[in-house]
C-alpha cells in the first residue's frame, strides 16, 4: 500500500509539465485504443468456393445486394408483355387508296366515254382501258390487285361501281376500326370478305370487291418498343433493392459455401483483407473524437482552477481503472451471458470524479463509458455496438449528478449507490420490455439483479479507493476537506485543549479565509480548513504565543531576541511536521508552511536592532518560507496577519479597520510575498473589501448600557 502510494506521489511530481499533460492524455487514448480493439477486429474466415462451412457466419453490416437486385429487374423486364399502339391513321390512309382505285376506275370509264360520244368511234377493247387504268394506279396497288379485279372493275356499271365502292369502304372502317395485330391479320381478311360477300352486287365484281377489301387490310395495332421499354423500366424501378441484413445468416454451419453465398461474403467484407484496416482507422477516430471534447473540457475547467492541481493526472487514473475492470468483466461474456455488462460497476468512475475533480466532467466521462461498454460488451451482437449495454451504462453514469449532491459527508455515497442501482433496474426492465421476443422470467431475474448488484458495488469502490487516490494524488476532496474541519478531529483537539487562544485565532481566521476566497472565486473550504491547522504548531509551545498567555507574564520577556524568534518562527516547522505525522493532505501542509511566507518577524527584529544595529540584519529575523504559491494559502496569510492586529486594536472604527488591512495587503505586495502565486491587484481589492466586510461585522460598535442603582425595596 505504502509503495503504491509513493509512486503516486512521484507520478503527481510531474503532472505540473505540459508535455507531461500531453502524454496523459495520449495515455489515455492508447488505453481505450487497446481495450477496444480486441472488439473491432474483424473475424479471419478461412472458407473457399464450394467448401463447407465450419461455423454459421452472419453478416456484419447492412449493405444492398446489387447483384440481387439486378437479377430481379432482370425478371421484372421480363414480364412485360410487348406494348402495342393502335395507329387510327391507318384506316384514312387505306380507305384512301380504296377510294383513288375506284376514281381511277370512273375517270377511265368516263374518258371511254366522252371519247365514243365525241368522236363517234366504238369503246375502247378492255385491254386498253385496262391500260390505261394501270398508269393511273401505283405500283404497290397493281402488285396486290390481279387484272381480272381491275377488268372486273372497268366491267361494272357506274351504279354498280358505285355500290361496290361504299360497300368496300364501309367493310374497310368497320375491320380498321378494331384493333389488328400482325398475327390477326388473315382473321380480319376472312372476316371483311364474309361481310363483302352480302354486297349487293353480281359475282364478279363481288370477287373483286373482296381482294380488294382484304388488300386494304393491314395490322393497325404495331408493336411499340419506345413504350415496351418505358413499361419495362417502371417495373423495374419498383423493384425494392436487395439487402442483406445485419445479422442475417449467409451460411449455416455444414452447407456449402456456394457461388452465391461465397459472393454475398466478399461483399459484407469478410473476405476482403486489404480493407482490414478500416475497424482500426474508424476507432482511432472515435477515441480522437472523445479526447478531443475531454481536452476542451479541461481548458475551459483550467480557467477557474489551479492547473499545478495533477487533475488530469487523477482523471486518466480513474478513467484507465474503470476502462480496465470494464476490460476485465467483458472477458468473461458469451453468448448466453451477454447481459454480463449489467453487473458493471461503471458509476464508480463518475462518482469519483464527480467529487475528486467536479461536475463538469461527468457528462462526457458518461458517454465516454457508454461507447467503450458498448463496445466491449458486443458479444453475440452482430453489430460492433450493443446499443443496450451503451444504453444503460450512460444512463447509470449520468445518474450519479442527480443522486450525490452531498459532497461534504461520505454516508451520501452508500444512499447515491442505492439510488443508482434503482435506476439502473429500471432502465434494465425498459429495455427488456422494448425487446421483441420472449423474455424468461429467470433471465429477467438475473438482469435485474446485476443491475441491482451495479450501482451497490459502485459506492463500495468508492468509498474504498478515494482515500487512496486523494493521498497519492494531494487532490482534497471536499468530503474530505469537511472532515477535516469537524472539531472532533485530533489536532483540532489538541489545538482546543493545550492553546485555546490560537484556537479562537484560528476560528477567525477561517471565516475571513472563507469570506474572502469565495469573493474571488478560489476555494473557500480549503481555505477555511488551512486556517484550522494554520498554527498547529503552536501548540508544541503555547505559552510563548500572547493569544494563549491569559494574563500570565510574557516569557519572551526573559529572553533573548534570538531566542524568541527561534522559538516563534519554528512553530510554522513543527506545525508542518505535526501535520505530515498526522497525514494531513498536502495542500493544507502547505498552507501552515506558507501563510507568513518570507515575511519579517518585526517585534523582535526592532528589539534586535535596539540592542545592537549592526550584528542584526532583516534576513535573520524573516520567516524561511516558502512564499505561496496559490490564492487560498495567500488569503490566510492576510487574513492571519489582519486578524491579529486588528484584535490588538482598542475599538477599531470601520475607517481604521479599512486602513489597517489596506496597510497589511500593501506591505505584503510590496515585500514580494505574491510574486509565486496568481492573486491579480483585481483580486487583492476584492480580498480587502471581503476582510473589511467581515471584520467590521464582528467588531461593530455596541451601546454602551448604563448602570442602574439598586434601591433598596421597603
Sequence with gaps: MFKSKRLLFKMRQLHQSKLVGGILYVLLGTVIFLALVGNVRPDELDVKLLSIAKKSIHSPVTIEDKVTTERRKREAAQTVEDQYTYRSEYKQNRSEIISSIFEAVKEVQDEDRLKEKLEQQPPAALPVQLDKLKEKLPADVLKSLS???????????????????????????????????????????????????????????????????????????????????????VEMDAVEPAYILQGQILVKQGDTITREVYDQLKLVGLLDNGHAFQPFLGLMLLVGVLLFFLVRQFVIFFKNHREDKPYVMAYVLIVTVTIIVMKTLSLFQNVELTSIGYVMPVAMGTLLIKLM?????????????????????NEGITSTFNYAVGLYMLISSLSVSAFLTDKYRRSPILRAGLLVSLVNVLTVGAILLLRSGHTSWTEVGLHLLMAAASGIISS???MGLLPYLEGGLGIVSTMRLTELASPNHPLLRKILLEA?????HSIMVANLSEA?????????????????????GKTVRPQFFIENQMGQLNPHDQLTPEMSRDIILAHVTDGVKLLKEHRIPQEIVKIAAQHHGTTLLKYFYYKASKQDKEAYTEEMFRYPGPKADFKESAVVGIADSVEAAVRSMDAPTP?????????????????????????????????????????????HSRITYPTLSKEKVK
Design 500 to 504: 485555546p487562544g490560537t484556537y479562537h
Design 516 to 536: 474572502a476566497c469565495e469573493a474571488i472565486g478560489a476555494n473557500g473550504l480549503l481555505a477555511r480548513v488551512g486556517a484550522y491547522y494554520h498554527d498547529i
Design 357 to 377: 475533480i467536479g461536475d463538469r466532467f461527468v457528462v462526457p466521462t458518461s458517454i465516454l463509458f457508454s461507447v467503450c461498454g458498448s463496445i466491449m460488451f
Design 655 to 699: 475607517e481604521q479597520i479599512e486602513q489597517l488591512v489596506e496597510g497589511i495587503i500593501a506591505d505584503r505586495l510590496q515585500d514580494g510575498q505574491f510574486n509565486e502565486c496568481e492573486l491579480t491587484f483585481k483580486e487583492l481589492q476584492i480580498v480587502r473589501k471581503a476582510l473589511c466586510e467581515a471584520l467590521n461585522g464582528i467588531f
Design 460 to 462: 463500495i469502490l468508492t
Design 147 to 233: 387484272n381480272e379485279v381491275l377488268q372486273q372493275l372497268l366491267k361494272a356499271s357506274p351504279d354498280q361501281l358505285l355500290v361496290a365502292k361504299e360497300s368496300t369502304l364501309t367493310a374497310v372502317n368497320n375491320r380498321m376500326s378494331t384493333h389488328i395485330k400482325i398475327h390477326e391479320v388473315n382473321r380480319a381478311r376472312e372476316q371483311i370478305a364474309d361481310e363483302l360477300r352480302y354486297a349487293n352486287v353480281n359475282s364478279g365484281l363481288k370477287t373483286a370487291i373482296i381482294e380488294i377489301g382484304q388488300y386494304a387490310i393491314v395490322p393497325n395495332y404495331v408493336f411499340d418498343p419506345a413504350a415496351t421499354e418505358e413499361r419495362r423500366k
